[in-house]
């Protein structure tokens, strides 16, 4: 997955497409069908040159076949890539949950694998940063364990019982084990995305 990712070789200055949109479309497509540059960028919020150029960079390296009608669909080489990513994360969005005032917010279930890869590059503080840095109104790195849902302190240690808030047992229903819970007032893809962008970038430093 990281070796395809880096092929791609995103231009952060001159694209207006990041590696979250890579996978985030291969996601789209494997749940909705084969999909056109028209609908991909009003979905993902980019312009349709944007995502004329994402469908291109995707097709040359094997993710998606383009077909001249229905648009992009997924190879078998892109639902490889994406299986692989489920490993790490899978994610569920939620409105209006009250937690400050986070419109949308984003339910991330995180690996093991990945979990380790977070907490050898940085502290739940700079993570906490990092996501604000994307675009996230801020995050909450949560364990759950069965009934139990509990706020990881700075040192990623359980330390605050939230299972009997309404925000718990949102939390409780879309997630166990390690889950870090991003916000956004603009939308679910926004609150998703710092997330994503932050494992993937940690991904491509360690490898």
């Known amino acids: 997955m990281i070796k395809t ?3 791609i070789n995103i231009d952060y200055i001159r ?4 590696y979250y949109h890579v996978i985030k479309i291969l996601d ?3 749940k909705s069908g084969p999909m056109g540059r028209h609908i991909i960028s009003k979905t993902l919020g980019i312009g349709e040159g944007s995502a004329r150029n994402l469908v291109k960079r995707l097709n040359s ?3 998606v076949s383009i077909d001249p009608v229905a648009g992009a669909d997924l190879t078998s080489k892109g639902k490889e890539i994406l299986v692989e990513w489920r490993r790490y994360v899978s994610s569920s969005c939620v ?3 009250d937690i400050i005032n986070w419109r949308y917010a984003s339910i991330n279930k995180i690996s093991s694998e990945a979990r380790a890869i977070l ?3 940085k502290n739940i503080v700079d993570l906490r940063d990092e996501l604000v840095k994307k675009g996230c109104l801020g995050g909450l790195f949560i364990e759950v364990q069965g009934d139990k849902v509990m706020l990881l302190n700075t ?3 359980p330390d605050y019982d939230i299972s009997r808030t309404k925000t718990g047992e949102i939390i409780k229903n879309n997630c166990e084990g390690f889950c870090i819970v991003s916000g956004s007032d603009r939308n679910c893809f926004t ?3 710092c997330v994503w962008e932050l494992l993937i970038e940690l991904f491509l430093k360690e490898s």
């Open 5 to 7: 990712l880096r092929s």
């Open 15 to 18: 694209s207006k497409f990041t």
């Open 28 to 30: 789209l497509i494997e």
């Open 61 to 63: 390296v094997g993710l």
């Open 95 to 97: 409105e209006n949950i």
């Open 119 to 121: 907490m050898r590059n």
């Open 155 to 157: 040192r990623g240690e």
């Open 191 to 193: 609150a998703e995305s």
